[in-house]
């Protein structure tokens, strides 16, 4: 089965799952893909290199804290975000609106858009679709996020709605302040919580607007597991089958494998960096926090199929005293780590799905996981 729009060629399809690739003036980005996070300019205790090396054909930046620190404006001058962050492939940069409502306590929302005070020094500004916008413009981004507001679940349905409904208005002013520009892609974002009907509804508006790719937003916002799920059984299937679906903010590799299977192609978190530096592994056995004692005389390395760095060359024994002994290098190793596994999910689920293998892939993931991490003898 081969589907294609100008940008997103969908090449095989195993159930719902989906393998494509998005095609960029800076290059392919295969899917399903996972884009590590680069808040500031950078993935944390990692090299840009290292990170390319890993397999990432795309990173994510943030609009928020960029804005704020070293602002748009300097990162344009100093020749846009990719030369800025020595990265040359594409980057994907959300919309600023998600850290935003984030911060409940310090903003004002209006049909306008959203004031808030800087959580770095308390300094006052002002987001706006068309602001969104521009910021992201001057960022230089391959793919650009509407502006949107995402409500926390729980949430009554009313105001699930009334944000919706904001936030499609504000994809069509985002639309149109995006303008025409060639080589560059803006992704709209659907809402709705956990009601079928206003993700159906959300869907319908952004689909009469048009973009270049949607996402599946609102979610990971602490409904749950079953409950994100339970909404990805439909929500992705409400979207335009020759574009492509993007999962903001999700997660766990167990959480990646049920969105693939639920026709999901894009994924970003935090979690593969932010575990790594906490001294938590992921592996296909599952998660191994290396700084139990069980690791402290353990010559065998994190993953024995694994071919990273950190389990190519280092013992858990090593890692688990560099973490003790709170050395840079811990957070840097186990970093590597699971981005390069969170990498070869990825590949495997992409291979699995053009093989017409997916259900297999999957029943031995969550087998190996059942297995757990196995001490020595």
Request: hydrophobic share 40%.
């Amino acid at each position: 089965m081969t589907v294609s729009s100008s940008s997103f060629t969908l090449h095989a399809t195993d159930g719902l799952a989906r393998a494509g690739t998005i095609e960029t003036p800076r290059g392919a980005i295969r899917t399903p893909a996972f884009m590590p996070v680069g808040t500031a300019a950078t993935v944390k205790a990692m090299m840009p290199e290292s990170v390319a090396a890993t397999g990432a054909d795309i990173l994510l930046g943030n609009t928020y804290h960029l804005m704020l620190r070293p602002t748009a404006k300097r990162i344009n001058r100093l020749g846009g975000l990719h030369r800025f962050m020595n990265w040359d492939k594409p980057i994907l940069t959300d919309s600023g609106g998600f850290q935003v409502m984030s911060l409940s306590d310090l903003r004002k929302l209006t049909e306008t858009g959203v004031t808030f005070k800087s959580h770095i020094d308390g300094s006052r500004h002002e987001l706006t679709p068309e602001r969104s916008m521009e910021i992201q413009k001057l960022l230089g981004s391959d793919i650009v996020m509407c502006f949107d507001e995402c409500p926390a679940l729980p949430a009554d349905r009313t105001r699930i709605a009334e944000s919706m409904r904001l936030s499609m208005r504000w994809a069509a002013r985002s639309k149109e302040a995006f303008g025409d520009r060639p080589g560059h892609m803006l992704f709209g974002i659907q809402q709705g919580g956990l009601e079928q009907d206003l993700r159906a509804e959300s869907a319908a508006a952004l689909r009469d607007v048009g973009f270049d790719g949607y996402a599946v937003g609102g979610l990971a916002v602490g409904e749950g597991q079953e409950a994100m799920f339970g909404c990805l059984d439909y929500a992705p299937g409400q979207l335009p089958l020759d574009k492509p679906r993007y999962l903001m903010g999700v997660g766990k590799p167990d959480d990646i494998v049920g969105a693939v299977k639920r026709g999901i192609d894009m994924m970003d978190c935090v979690l593969p960096s932010r575990s790594g530096r906490t001294g938590q592994a992921w592996t296909r056995r599952g998660q191994v926090n290396i700084k139990n004692a069980r690791h402290q005389d353990d010559p065998r390395p994190l993953d024995e199929d694994c071919t990273c760095p950190a389990c190519r060359n280092y013992s858990r024994a090593y890692l688990h005293h560099v973490f003790r002994a709170q050395e840079m290098i811990s957070g840097m190793l186990l970093t590597w780590h699971n981005l390069h596994y969170y990498q070869e999910l990825m590949q495997g689920m992409r291979d699995a799905i053009s093989a017409g293998r997916f259900a297999a892939f999957e029943a031995q993931f969550h087998a190996q996981r059942a297995e757990g991490d196995i001490a020595p003898v």
